[in-house]
């Protein structure tokens, strides 16, 4: 099983890599207050876009270890390797240019942790009423981490939230979306579109392009990273 460490401390945020032009990864949290709102899912079907035509590398900071479980079965040679731009984290850290963390729901100190490793959280959130009050107490956890003058992480920040397991087929889930909505104008979050509930989320997320959004979002990070280090 992968172990939970993470590569870089704290104070390297924002420095350019050993070698000349080479900027650390983007490194992204994905959080939620609560479990069941497909944090681990978000970060498998992120993780596959991203690794279209960058390097991703997946870490496993939630003590269920069903990410891990996931990619050990699809590995081909049971190594967590899925192919050679996805990976699962297993020891020692390897080159990427981006880091994707699953985290605990984010009352456990993994989350903790997770959220003062990353330069951004993307919130996954499920239009129901639990899960959208959730989401608020998560936002109060990113700003405790934000703002804690002893070890907290003044870099964090919000990449977006991603409702989740969405059916337009139901008002309920349709006025919630607009509260969700709502919640994001007047914090001034971005709101991706939602990912819609499918029989095979997994696979039909990635045919579908459901998290083709975020992945532009992510890979326009790392675009900027790589201007910041080539003019730094």
Known sequence: MPTLTLAEPLSTRGRIGRAAHVPAPVTITVAHNKGGVAKTTSTFVLGKHLSRSLRV?????????????????????????LTPRLWLRADEPRPAD??????????????????????????PVPPEPLCIKGLELMLEVVEAVRTDP????????VLGVLPTLYDQRWPNHRAWIEE???????????????????????TLSM?????????????????????RAHHG
């Open 57 to 81: 590398e997946m870490v496993d900071l939630d003590r269920t270890s069903y990410l891990t479980e996931v990619v050990a079965q699809l590995a081909p040679r049971g190594d967590f390797i």
């Open 98 to 123: 981006v880091i994707l963390i699953d985290s605990e729901p984010a009352r456990e100190q993994y989350a903790r942790e997770a959220l003062l490793r990353a330069d951004y959280v993307l919130i």
């Open 150 to 157: 002893q070890g907290g992480n003044p870099f964090l920040q």
């Open 180 to 202: 969700i909505k709502a919640i994001g104008a007047e914090r001034r979050m971005r709101v991706f579109p939602p990912i819609p509930r499918r029989q095979s989320y997994t």
């Open 207 to 227: 045919a579908g392009q459901d998290y083709a959004p975020v992945a532009d979002a992510v890979r326009a990070l790392v675009r900027d990273a790589r201007a």
